[in-house]
């Protein structure tokens, strides 16, 4: 199963520097508008003697909610683009504030166009992304005869033994990508000859690294 949505993890920040212009790009998870504006603000009070804090967000699975805001430069010069480059990159649940530092030197709607999307560019190629996908819990009973077994299995398979339960048998909590998880129960029944009892017991949301975005 597809991912249910790609997003930055954390914070990161990253600055260029251009016609003696700073462009100070800082990116958040956020994962409703108030978290948005909250780090909309946080970082304008953290910059508070810049010309421009310059915004823009995503949120929702499927970026449902877009918001910009060039804070007073040019009309579409700089929210605008910053809101294409999180596009581009099919980023939801995250928010970019590039703060601009005037130098002196005017840049030009084009410029200005260029150096927020640049600037923004830079400080995701910073960020960890992650794509939040759905896994299945399950529970595997086997006797004790067999634990190294199923922990030879879920190490060699990359999946997490979330918990261990000890009485007559064991009972192992897994946590598996929803898109393995009749494999990895068919899997786990050849490896025991057929002495594991298998139950879904729900599903859990996690984030998994992107190594490219």
């Known amino acids: ?13 990253a600055e260029y520097v251009i016609k003696k212009s700073r462009f100070i790009a800082t990116v958040c998870e956020v994962k409703t508008e108030d978290e948005a504006a909250n780090f909309i603000e946080s970082v304008r009070k953290h910059y508070w003697d810049a010309r421009h804090n310059c915004s823009a967000f995503q949120i929702g699975p499927n970026g449902q909610i877009q918001r910009s805001s060039d804070d007073g430069e040019p009309s579409g010069t700089a929210g605008r683009p910053i809101l294409e480059v999180l596009k581009k990159r099919n980023l939801t649940n995250t928010a970019v504030v590039v703060t601009r530092y005037f130098g002196g030197i005017k840049l030009g709607a084009s410029g200005l166009i260029r150096a927020y999307s640049h600037a923004a560019t830079l400080a995701l190629d910073e960020a ?13 009973t086997v006797a004790y005869p067999l634990v190294s077994t199923i922990e030879r299995f879920a190490e060699n398979e990359g ?15 897994l946590e598996v990508r929803q ?3 009749d494999a990895v129960a068919e899997s786990l029944t050849n490896v025991t000859n057929g002495r594991v009892n298998c139950k879904k017991t729900g599903t859990v949301v996690k984030p998994v690294p992107v190594t490219e975005t």
């Open 159 to 173: 999946i997490l033994i979330s918990d261990r339960a000890f009485a007559a048998d064991v009972t192992f909590t």
């Open 1 to 13: 199963m597809e991912s249910l949505l790609r997003s930055v993890y954390g914070r990161a920040e």
């Open 128 to 140: 960890s992304v992650v794509d939040y996908t759905p896994f299945t819990v399950f529970t595997a």
């Open 179 to 181: 898109d393995r998880t």
